[in-house]
């Protein structure tokens, strides 16, 4: 069965960088596309960032572009989101999801897409 766990969230200040990972199993990983999202209490969860399956093409929101990068290593079943400056609006449950896709250029940013999903890290920026 396939289960996708996030570590790395926590409690930081403003202006400081955590990275977040996602350990994959139970999946070929290399044949899924891959996507964080965020949400926040009465919100939706929206997509952050995404990655196709070999990597090569990603995308952001734009809230997050040139501040967050999502990278997979596909040897170690695991993707990345290292988040830098740091600000109180990016406090959020940040999730991993994981759909299988056939075409390794593609990336999927919006939630209905995906099929696969982690339970959560919590992340807070303090100001």
């Known amino acids: 069965q396939v289960q996708l766990v996030e570590s790395g969230g926590g409690l930081v200040q403003a202006g400081d960088s955590l990275r977040l990972s996602c350990a994959a199993s139970?999946?070929?990983?290399?044949?899924?596309?891959m996507g964080w999202f965020r949400q926040v209490p009465q919100k939706e969860r929206d997509c952050v960032a995404a990655i196709s399956r070999s990597g090569g093409s990603t995308n952001y929101a734009d809230s997050v572009k040139g501040r967050f990068t999502i990278s997979r290593d596909n040897a170690k079943n695991t993707v990345y989101l290292q988040m830098n400056s740091l600000k109180p609006e990016d406090t959020a449950v940040y999730f991993c999801?994981?759909?299988?896709?056939?075409?390794?250029?593609?990336?999927?940013?919006?939630?209905?897409?995906?099929?696969?999903w982690g339970q959560g890290t919590q992340v807070t920026v303090s100001s």
């Open positions: 999801a994981a759909e299988r896709t056939v075409n390794t250029g593609r990336y999927y940013n919006t939630k209905y897409l995906y099929t696969y």
């Open positions: 139970g999946l070929t990983f290399s044949n899924y596309a």
